[in-house]
């Protein structure tokens, strides 16, 4: 069974911080990596989706994606009170059809 | 681009009446739609996915006789709830996968409908 996996949090980062955000899967086959953001009583948005090894940054959102350790990662830099919310981390295979993570709630505080 | 809507955004209804919802694609055409549920600080739970013309694919545990689900054309899925019951309300959210390019692998969310079932 595929598993992704993501520590629920809360995570707790002042103002102006780097927040890391970190995901484990357990399919070696998998191919495409997404982070959606969902603020309370919303539905997820899409940040930003990686394929490749190596960091890809997007502004102050950066993936990273190691393969061969089989995570991905999500760095916040300048974390600011309405990045708060939840993450979630999806993971798709060989199919079209993705495995979320529970998300990990994330808390900037001022 | 890569916008997807859902209507209704709210519905409040009596137990045993029947409630669909409606999935659009509104820029894009939609190869496959997803239907998920959601439960209060709950994770994201997928129901179905369908593709357009044909029958849905329920995961395991989903009742289809009481999810219909008609994904009629590229822009459009239905998700009916059939004689819903207090334990149906939930946060519904439908996804999209476009047709082309990148919007082939990223599934684009509807802003989801929250069913109240008294």
């Known amino acids: 069974q595929k598993e992704v996996e993501q520590n629920s949090g809360p995570l707790s980062v002042p103002e102006g911080a780097i927040a890391s955000l970190n995901c484990t899967y357990s399919?070696?086959?998998?191919?495409?990596f997404f982070w959606y953001r969902q603020y309370s009583g919303k539905s997820p948005e899409l940040i930003m989706f990686?394929?490749?090894?190596g960091d890809k940054e997007d502004g102050r959102f950066t993936a990273q994606l190691n393969k061969a350790s089989q995570y991905v990662s999500l760095l916040i830099r300048d974390s600011q009170p309405s990045d708060s919310a939840t993450y979630l981390c999806a993971v798709r295979g060989g199919s079209y059809i993705p495995t979320f993570g529970r998300g990990t709630s994330l808390i900037v505080h001022p | 681009g890569a916008v997807v809507s859902q209507h209704p955004s709210w519905v409040i209804c009596k137990s045993g009446t029947s409630v669909k919802i409606e999935c659009r694609s509104l820029?894009?055409?939609?190869?496959?739609m997803f239907w998920y549920r959601q439960f209060p600080k709950q994770s994201l739970m997928l129901m179905a996915t369908?593709?357009?013309?044909?029958?849905?694919?329920?995961e395991q545990g989903v009742e289809k006789d009481k999810f219909l689900i008609n994904h009629a054309s590229l822009t459009l899925s239905t998700l009916t709830v059939t004689s819903a019951h207090p334990e149906d309300s939930s946060f519904y959210i439908c996804s999209a996968r476009g047709d082309r390019g990148s919007d082939q692998e990223t599934q684009y969310f509807g802003p989801g409908t929250r069913l109240l079932v008294l």
């Open positions: 990686i394929y490749s090894n």
């Open positions: 820029d894009f055409q939609a190869t496959t």
């Open positions: 369908s593709n357009e013309g044909s029958k849905a694919t329920y």
């Open positions: 399919d070696r086959g998998s191919q495409s």
